[in-house]
């Protein structure tokens, strides 16, 4: 079921998910035991990790990911060439998470998929919402940030260390705080 619910003053249209769904339980343990071993390379293991990039993600072009790296299915992660994250990366990914081209994460970058329902007997039930993530080319994410259900980032844009994204920021935008506003645009 799809639903659209007003947060931070704008609407964002989820999905119903019920992550106790035997396929979803398999599929993150999946998924942990993957990141496990990622997580467990030393530095120089560059060419072992590329096989669980693909074993892991649903696309995975070219790029690194530091240790520290967390994901619930991966399947649902879709990333284009040249991608750097650094450390303790995590990507919740009941929806999908498209990360273009060139995309670089600093370290403790969250990316939530899910969320829960405000109404607490929705909540108490374990049913989750769910809406994606789009990271466009080019973009570059500032660490400690968390980025919300439903966002997209547009091409070229940056957004500043420690930043809560609420909003989806447009191409060539320099954003923000918590919650992530627009500073100006890039080469203003």
Known sequence: MTQNIKLHNHMTEF????PFEPRHLAARKRAKKICQQLNNFTADQMKARKPLY?????QFSSGFIETGFQCDYGYNIFIGEKFFANH????LDAASIHIGNRVLL???????????PLDAE???SGKQLIAPIILEDDCWIGGN?????GITIGTCAVIGAGSV?????????I?????????????D
């Open 15 to 18: 999905t119903d998910f019920d």
């Open 54 to 58: 693909e074993q892991l993600f649903g």
């Open 88 to 91: 303790h990366c995590i990507m």
């Open 106 to 116: 600093g370290p403790n970058v969250h990316l939530y998929t899910t969320t829960h």
């Open 122 to 124: 929705e909540r108490a």
């Open 145 to 149: 940030t968390v980025i919300m259900p």
């Open 165 to 173: 994204v609420t909003r989806s920021v447009t191409a060539n935008t």
């Open 175 to 187: 954003a923000a705080g918590n919650p992530c506003r627009k500073i100006k645009m890039v080469g």
